[in-house]
Protein backbone atom coordinates (compact mmCIF):
# COMPACT_ATOMS: atom_id res chain seq x y z
CA UNK A 1 0.00 0.00 0.00
CA UNK A 2 0.88 3.72 -0.66
CA UNK A 3 1.90 5.80 1.65
CA UNK A 4 -0.58 9.09 2.47
CA UNK A 5 1.05 12.15 2.24
CA UNK A 6 -0.45 15.35 3.85
CA UNK A 7 1.23 19.38 3.36
CA UNK A 8 0.47 22.09 5.55
CA UNK A 9 1.85 25.32 6.87
CA UNK A 10 1.25 27.03 9.62
CA UNK A 11 3.01 28.63 12.39
CA UNK A 12 4.06 27.25 15.86
CA UNK A 13 5.11 28.74 19.09
CA UNK A 14 6.80 25.76 19.75
CA UNK A 15 7.86 21.98 18.85
CA UNK A 16 4.34 20.80 20.84
CA UNK A 17 2.02 22.74 18.77
CA UNK A 18 3.48 21.98 15.60
CA UNK A 19 2.94 18.25 16.04
CA UNK A 20 -0.73 18.79 17.23
CA UNK A 21 -0.93 20.67 13.86
CA UNK A 22 0.17 17.65 12.25
CA UNK A 23 -1.84 15.52 14.21
CA UNK A 24 -5.20 17.48 13.77
CA UNK A 25 -4.22 17.30 9.98
CA UNK A 26 -3.78 13.68 9.81
CA UNK A 27 -7.47 13.49 12.47
CA UNK A 28 -9.58 15.28 9.44
CA UNK A 29 -8.02 13.34 6.82
CA UNK A 30 -9.76 10.21 8.61
CA UNK A 31 -5.98 8.55 8.68
CA UNK A 32 -5.30 8.46 12.65
CA UNK A 33 -7.27 8.76 15.74
CA UNK A 34 -8.32 12.08 17.67
CA UNK A 35 -5.49 11.71 20.20
CA UNK A 36 -2.64 10.71 17.78
CA UNK A 37 -1.62 14.10 18.22
CA UNK A 38 -1.33 14.09 21.62
CA UNK A 39 0.50 10.61 22.11
CA UNK A 40 3.22 12.12 19.71
CA UNK A 41 3.76 15.23 21.85
CA UNK A 42 3.91 12.87 24.97
CA UNK A 43 6.52 10.52 22.64
CA UNK A 44 8.03 13.29 22.08
CA UNK A 45 8.86 14.99 25.42
CA UNK A 46 10.95 11.33 26.46
CA UNK A 47 12.00 9.88 23.09
CA UNK A 48 12.83 13.49 21.04
CA UNK A 49 13.03 13.17 17.10
CA UNK A 50 14.65 16.49 15.97
CA UNK A 51 17.73 15.29 14.10
CA UNK A 52 20.99 17.25 13.33
CA UNK A 53 21.34 16.47 9.62
CA UNK A 54 23.09 19.13 7.33
CA UNK A 55 19.47 20.43 6.90
CA UNK A 56 17.36 20.21 10.20
CA UNK A 57 14.03 18.04 10.25
CA UNK A 58 12.26 16.32 12.89
CA UNK A 59 10.20 13.28 12.61
CA UNK A 60 7.78 13.09 15.51
CA UNK A 61 5.71 9.80 15.25
CA UNK A 62 4.05 7.57 18.03
CA UNK A 63 1.76 4.35 17.87
CA UNK A 64 -1.05 3.78 18.09
CA UNK A 65 -3.68 1.31 17.04
CA UNK A 66 -6.24 3.68 14.97
CA UNK A 67 -4.02 4.39 12.16
CA UNK A 68 -5.78 3.74 8.88
CA UNK A 69 -3.35 4.46 6.47
CA UNK A 70 0.24 4.50 6.20
CA UNK A 71 0.61 8.25 6.29
CA UNK A 72 3.45 11.46 6.60
CA UNK A 73 2.07 14.81 7.10
CA UNK A 74 4.93 17.35 6.37
CA UNK A 75 4.60 20.48 8.37
CA UNK A 76 6.52 23.59 6.55
CA UNK A 77 6.55 26.48 9.22
CA UNK A 78 6.88 30.10 9.09
CA UNK A 79 9.47 30.08 11.08
CA UNK A 80 11.94 27.74 12.63
CA UNK A 81 10.91 25.82 15.89
CA UNK A 82 13.08 23.72 18.52
CA UNK A 83 13.27 20.29 18.91
CA UNK A 84 15.50 18.25 21.27
CA UNK A 85 17.96 16.44 19.41
CA UNK A 86 17.07 12.32 18.65
CA UNK A 87 20.84 11.77 19.52
CA UNK A 88 21.53 14.17 22.70
CA UNK A 89 18.10 15.41 24.50
CA UNK A 90 20.85 17.95 25.77
CA UNK A 91 21.30 19.33 22.22
CA UNK A 92 18.47 21.40 20.50
CA UNK A 93 18.28 21.75 16.45
CA UNK A 94 15.84 24.16 14.86
CA UNK A 95 14.01 23.32 11.98
CA UNK A 96 10.98 24.58 9.66
CA UNK A 97 10.10 21.15 8.24
CA UNK A 98 8.19 18.42 10.14
CA UNK A 99 7.74 15.14 9.04
CA UNK A 100 4.84 13.58 11.55
CA UNK A 101 4.97 9.65 10.73
CA UNK A 102 1.88 7.73 11.41
CA UNK A 103 2.75 4.11 10.22
CA UNK A 104 0.09 1.69 10.78
CA UNK A 105 2.03 -2.17 10.74
CA UNK A 106 5.25 -2.09 13.55
CA UNK A 107 6.69 -4.23 11.18
CA UNK A 108 6.64 -2.06 8.72
CA UNK A 109 7.86 1.13 11.44
CA UNK A 110 11.50 -0.06 11.29
CA UNK A 111 11.44 0.19 7.54
CA UNK A 112 9.59 3.39 7.19
CA UNK A 113 12.59 5.03 9.46
CA UNK A 114 14.91 4.18 7.51
CA UNK A 115 14.14 4.83 4.29
CA UNK A 116 13.00 8.31 5.94
CA UNK A 117 16.44 9.00 7.03
CA UNK A 118 18.17 8.16 3.82
CA UNK A 119 15.96 10.49 2.70
CA UNK A 120 16.39 13.40 5.46
CA UNK A 121 20.25 13.13 4.97
CA UNK A 122 19.72 14.00 1.46
CA UNK A 123 20.24 18.08 1.65
CA UNK A 124 19.61 18.18 -2.03
CA UNK A 125 16.10 16.75 -0.98
CA UNK A 126 15.42 18.50 1.32
CA UNK A 127 15.53 21.97 -0.19
CA UNK A 128 13.75 20.61 -3.39
CA UNK A 129 10.89 20.37 -0.57
CA UNK A 130 11.01 23.91 0.18
CA UNK A 131 10.50 24.85 -2.66
CA UNK A 132 8.22 22.82 -4.66
CA UNK A 133 3.86 23.30 -4.58
CA UNK A 134 2.41 21.21 -2.39
CA UNK A 135 1.19 18.61 -4.81
CA UNK A 136 4.39 18.10 -6.53
CA UNK A 137 5.95 17.84 -3.04
CA UNK A 138 3.57 14.97 -2.55
CA UNK A 139 4.38 13.57 -5.80
CA UNK A 140 8.08 13.98 -5.14
CA UNK A 141 7.62 12.44 -1.59
CA UNK A 142 6.14 9.50 -2.99
CA UNK A 143 8.88 9.26 -5.73
CA UNK A 144 11.67 9.43 -3.41
CA UNK A 145 10.31 7.66 0.11
CA UNK A 146 7.48 5.09 -1.32
Given at each position: MKNRYLVIHGFARDR???ITMCGEA???EGLVSEQ???LCVEREKYYPTGLPTEIPTAIPHAKD???TQNSVCFLKLDRPVSFKR???DTQDVSTDMIFNLAI????EHLQALQNMMGFLND???LLKCKSLSD???IEYLQEKIG
Open positions: YEALYKFGTESIMDDKDPNSEAEEL
